[in-house]
Nanobody, 129 residues
Framework: QVQLVESGGGLVQAGGSLRLSCAKSGRPGTIYAMAWFRQAPGLERIFVSAIAWNGGDTYYTDSVKGRFTISRDNAQNMVYLQMDSLKPEDTAVYYC??????????????????????WGQGTQVTVSS
């Protein structure tokens, strides 16, 4: 079993920055990709960014390209989402998710929330205008 715990959310003004962290624990060697999704009130949970656990492949949704950066620290079992130039429309609960394999890590795989077996509890990000 894998556990994910997010942190780093909060309230920030438009144009500001936040860094989200996701701590992964549990069975080693079982995860081969991790991602961030977000869910605004009344809307579906949508893909934000994903990173392969080994290797450099990363994916971003178009609305955050150039503003958000996903990274990982394998030794610390951490994944981060650096969010810069935040906008009010970035306001949402942000979830960390983990994918344990069986599928090639592609854009199609990464963006489909149904492919992810493990989820954190979420962290609220609020961007004021």
């Amino acid at each position: 079993q894998v556990q994910l715990v997010e942190s780093g959310g909060g309230l920030v003004q438009a144009g500001g920055s936040l860094r989200l962290s996701c701590a992964k624990s549990g069975r080693p060697g079982t995860i081969y990709a991790m991602a961030w999704f977000r869910q605004a009130p009344g809307l579906e949970r949508i893909f934000v960014s994903a990173i392969a656990w080994n290797g450099g492949d990363t994916y971003y949704t178009d609305s955050v390209k150039g503003r958000f950066t996903i990274s990982r620290d394998n030794a610390q079992n951490m994944v981060y989402l650096q969010m810069d130039s935040l906008k009010p429309e970035d306001t949402a609960v942000y979830y960390c998710a983990a994918l344990s394999g069986g599928l090639p890590f592609s854009l199609t795989t990464a963006t489909n929330r149904h492919n992810y077996e493990y989820w954190g509890q979420g962290t609220q990000v609020t961007v004021s205008s």
